[in-house]
């Protein structure tokens, strides 16, 4: 069974720049959460889809914004790039809300410069 | 406020000792609390699950205990090994969301 797939794995982009990352959940699984980490805040959770409905929003500006597909596939974008965006984004899947066990990709590495 | 603290930035230890991390919380009453692990540049992978009824739960030589009167949760890796090297991230249910504490670092020396 393939595990969560997260695309591009590497991307470097420019302060005013906008970005769209990808994420294939485990088949079956149909909640998607995004999380933030770096070094100085660890894992910040960004927010949590489940059947193409936001279901949790972090404390993050309007410029991080996200959605889910029917095919419980999700793309979170960001605009206005700045530098403290610069991080690594992990997307989660789990079978269903509030189950635990969330199964990570292996996460976008954003460089903004 | 809320925090979710795990209070060893780093814990260096030898092989075959047995390591232990601790997790408390403040402010959140949980259903369930889980442990992760993370390699450097990679994704966090689920170690273990313990519910909030449960006081212990074991796989192969990892053991969680989770006193929700202290609001605590400990890990422990017995008979540590160099390849248990990581971070270990403990993770609690916020409501609709799983908030992560900062994580440990652990190294085990041969």
């Known amino acids: 069974k393939a595990g969560v797939t997260q695309t591009p794995r590497y991307l470097i982009k420019t302060r005013g720049q906008q970005v769209t990352l990808s994420c294939s959940p485990i088949s079956g699984h149909r909640s998607v959460s995004w999380y933030q980490q770096t070094p100085g805040q660890g894992l910040q959770f960004l927010f949590e889809y489940f059947s193409e409905t936001q279901r949790n929003k972090g404390n993050f500006p309007g410029r991080f914004s996200g959605r889910q597909f029917s095919n419980s596939r999700s793309e979170m974008n960001v605009s206005t790039l700045e530098l403290g965006d610069s991080a690594l984004y992990l997307c989660a899947s789990s079978y269903s809300l509030g189950t635990g066990e969330l199964f990570f990709g292996e996460g976008s590495r954003l460089t903004v410069l | 406020s809320q925090k979710i603290e795990q209070n060893s930035e780093a814990l260096n230890i030898q092989e075959g000792k047995t390591a232990t991390l601790t997790c408390n919380y403040t402010n959140y009453s949980p259903a369930y609390l889980q442990w992760y692990r993370q390699d450097p540049g990679r994704g966090p992978v689920f170690l273990l699950l313990?519910?909030?009824?449960?006081k212990e739960k074991r796989k192969e030589r990892l053991k969680v205990t989770f006193d929700t009167t202290l609001k605590q949760s400990l890990f422990h890796i017995t008979a540590s090994q160099p390849a248990d090297s990581a971070t270990y991230l403990c993770a609690l249910d916020g409501g609709f969301k799983t908030i992560f504490g900062a994580g440990t670092r652990l190294f085990v020396k041969a």
């Open positions: 313990i519910r909030e009824n449960e």
